[in-house]
């Protein structure tokens, strides 16, 4: 799902225009970026909480090359979904 079908889905879902609905959307997405650099974490009630992560410094190597490379530390994005959405998806998805 791209996110005009998400929009024209949310919209009906909501009974709000399509412009209300994305404004909405990009609104939130604007706080939830916010949050993000201020390193806090954004849980959503039954589905998951989002958080920047700390990867350490690590060694690569080039597998063509052989080469070995370091890697600098960098921050990432990680989400880890509820315990509802881990048992439907361990079960398929048949709830």
Known sequence: ?????????????????TSDT????????????????????VTVANFGTFEVKKKMERIMVNPATGQRMLV???LVLGFKPS????DQLKKGGDE
Do not use: C, H
């Not at 799902?1 to 225009?17: C, H, P, T, V």
């Open 83 to 86: 315990a509802t959405w881990k």
């Open 22 to 41: 994305q404004r909405l959307v990009t609104n939130l997405v604007n706080a939830m970026s916010d949050s993000f650099l201020e390193d806090n974490a």
């Open 1 to 17: 799902m791209n996110n005009k079908e998400f929009i024209s889905e949310l919209s009906a879902r909501m009974g709000y225009s």
């Open 72 to 74: 600098p530390p960098k």
